[in-house]
Nanobody, 126 residues
């Protein structure tokens, strides 16, 4: 079992930055690939970024590539999402998630993630 708790959301002006954190607990949480997803009102939850349980590759949605950076601190069991050059269309509830299966690679599909945080609101004003 993996428990996830996000923090760091808030209100920011366009062009600003925020850093989201996701604290993971559970004996084997460091063995799961992790992802950030977001859901805007009236829209489906979508993949934002992913990082594997081992190795340096990271994966991004085209809409955030070059602006967002995902990272993890295994010693602290914490996942991060650094968001720069924020745009109003980035406004959404952001969720961190752990893959359903241990040692699995990153997936862009919500159905492949079995553990979710409660979400944190990010609002970008124009």
């Amino acid at each position: 079992q993996v428990q996830l708790v996000e923090s760091g959301g808030g209100l920011v002006q366009a062009g600003g930055s925020l850093r989201l954190s996701c604290a993971a607990s559970g004996r084997t949480s460091h063995n799961y690939s992790m992802g950030w997803f977001r859901q805007a009102p009236g829209k489906e939850r979508e993949f934002v970024a992913g990082i594997p349980w081992v190795g340096g590759n990271t994966y991004y949605a085209d809409s955030v590539k070059g602006r967002f950076t995902i990272s993890r601190d295994s010693a602290k069991n914490t996942l991060y999402l650094q968001m720069n050059s924020l745009k109003p269309e980035d406004t959404a509830v952001y969720y961190c998630a752990a893959h359903l299966r241990i040692f699995a690679p990153v997936s862009r599909e919500t159905k492949d993630y079995g553990y979710w945080g409660q979400g944190t609101q990010v609002t970008v004003s124009s």
